[in-house]
């Protein structure tokens, strides 16, 4: 429907894998870092940007689904599907960022759907954990194969369901009216493998992205 991504840092291109169906899948490879204003380093991949969120920026019903390699990696804060900040820091206030959401890891080597309500920040359904080595003096959070992470929502019955490679993995309530993509104050942008946070979609005129990144293959992603 029109929602192509951008992919902004040209010279850092995602390159071709195979993917899930005997096509081609986009793979994201750490190839450099990137800093924060308090100093700390990150590794960083590759990402895209949807700009033209028409019929998406709002949902009230709605699925979110693609399949997802990880390759090694212990990011706890790993994202696939960037469309939120918290909005008790976000630049556009929370007005403009109220009921936000992203699809990746918060705080743990597991999947979640996490969303930003007027009331805090809290992760809806999640999926199982089935990275190769999860604690350990050398953790490893990568996974053996694809798998296929879905999620619909059903906000007026309050309702959320995560679907792991097809088959129903965990219910619960959604906890909100509506889902939005934030981005920024002035331009709702959807990231892929990585956050947004707050920043424009453009590489290189501001700090953002700087962390998150996802590094792996993503296939066949898709909403409804």
Excluded at 121 to 132: E, F, I, K, N, T
């Amino acid at each position: 429907n029109g929602h192509d991504a951008i992919q902004f840092n040209s010279t850092n291109n995602i390159t071709q894998a195979d993917g899930v169906f005997g096509t081609k899948a986009g793979q994201w490879t750490y190839s450099f870092t990137q800093s924060d204003r308090s100093g700390h380093t990150y590794p960083a991949s590759q990402y895209l940007a949807v700009t033209n969120v028409s019929g998406i920026q709002y949902l009230t019903n709605a699925t979110f689904s693609l399949w997802a390699r990880f390759d090694t990696n212990n990011d706890d804060e790993m994202k696939l599907l960037g469309a939120a900040y918290d909005p008790v820091y976000a630049r556009g206030g929370q007005a403009h960022a109220t009921n936000c959401w992203f699809l990746g890891r918060h705080d743990n080597p597991y999947l979640a759907l996490v969303v930003y309500s007027a009331s805090g920040v809290r992760d809806v359904v999640s999926w199982p954990l089935d990275v190769v080595q999860w604690g350990g003096s050398y953790p490893d959070w990568s996974t053996t194969d694809f798998h296929l992470y879905t999620v619909t929502i059903d906000c007026p019955n309050n309702g959320a369901v995560a679907y792991y490679d097809g088959v129903p993995y965990m219910t619960n309530s959604i906890g909100v009216p509506w889902l939005r993509i934030y981005g920024t104050q002035n331009l709702p942008w959807l990231a892929i493998g990585t956050a947004s946070q707050d920043g424009t979609p453009q590489w290189g005129d501001d700090l953002y992205p700087n962390s998150m990144y996802f590094v792996g293959k993503m296939d066949d992603i898709r909403m409804y």
